[in-house]
């Protein structure tokens, strides 16, 4: 659960989520019984953010803020003192950037990852290094400026000038990267061919930007100016992005060791650096961290392609003018001289059996991966026949 506090300080912001919390687990009436079914849940806060951008649970970043350690050693610049309105320090909090977009994985260059990871960190380090600034100025000098208005002046012109020509320069470097483009295809859920890694930096680096209302404007000119750059209409089809990944969600899945269930989503990968490989098998329980049981998982994924080959095979074939079930097993045509068509589309299951061997193939699971050619071959020679 993700809770906008609306909060300047990391101080206010917990009492805010402590006085949520209390609040939830205090609804009792006058006799002590209970009044809400939220009040059963355990809820604690586990990491609190500011300037963050979310796309959803497997793409966001911002900057994350802690309570400093006693003892602890760390840069000066990562450090921030809340002050109160009289100027004295009341806490002493460490920022840090954090950079969890998924979509990184599947820009297809890795020199547009890594512009990627770049630009959208120091969008939100640039702003709240901005916002710290003007908060000082104003507790030191005692004007009544309006912070706000300042702040969005200071990011209309950092994506209009500064992004702009950053953008423009990483859109040529990698414009003239000489590699493959096609890797991505081995990534789990990439259901994609992407030709144009600049064209793809430019569609995903504009997409998270556009999360901020308050840019659109500004946004819509870098996206124009961007697109013009690599030569491709502003409202072409290939100018709207996509996402580059496709969700499978296996359901119910039970940790041995704290006894939670829950849905993982197979092909969600965690961000990686240049330096490191891509992680094999690296579901874990998002609770305790305890590593779930891999072949409990691949036999799930077997019965899955299984019961999806079944229905494809044992389903009625319809009237394509009367929408009736075919009677006849050999006929080509309808009752009516029409022809017939399947309930459940070729493509549509050719599809999830192709995402469950890119499953098998990055991670490894040997009796999926065979299960899923043998059936993937026998749809190839049907197409033969």
Known sequence: VTVATNKATLGEAEEYIDFVISTIKGRYSSNGAFTGGLGRIALQPSRYFTQMLIFDEYNYGGVQLARMVDGRDSDETDIILEEDKEGNPVLRVESSVVSS????????????????????ARYSKDVLRKQLQLTDHQLKMGGRQDLREVLLEYKRKMVSKHFSAYLTRAVSDIQKEDGEILFIQNLPGSMVIQQNPALEFVKSV???????????????????SLLSQ???PEYSKAAKWVNPVTKFILPDMFCVACHESRDINLCDLPPISNSESLPKRHWSCEDCGTPYDVEEIERRLIDVATRRIV?????????????????????????????????????E?????????????????????????????????????
């Not at 299951?349 to 050619?373: F, K, N, V, Y």
Request: net charge negative; aromatic share 6%; charged share 25%.
């Open 101 to 120: 977009w998924s979509m990184r994985n599947y820009l297809g260059s890795e020199i547009a990852q890594e512009y990627f990871r770049v630009i959208v």
């Open 206 to 224: 504009v997409k998270i930007l556009e999360l901020d209302s308050e840019l659109e404007r500004e946004v819509h000119v870098l996206k124009r």
């Open 311 to 347: 229905r494809y095979q044992m389903q009625d074939l319809r009237c394509t003018k009367t929408l009736r079930v075919s009677t006849k097993s050999m006929s080509k045509e309808s009752d009516c001289s029409a022809t017939l068509r399947l309930d459940q589309n070729k493509a």
């Open 349 to 385: 299951s050719t599809t999830q059996l192709q995402l469950l061997h890119h499953l098998a193939t990055h991670h490894e699971l040997e009796w999926l991966q065979e299960t899923t050619s043998g059936i993937l071959s026998s749809f190839q020679l049907e197409d033969i026949i």
């Open 230 to 232: 690599i030569g491709v």
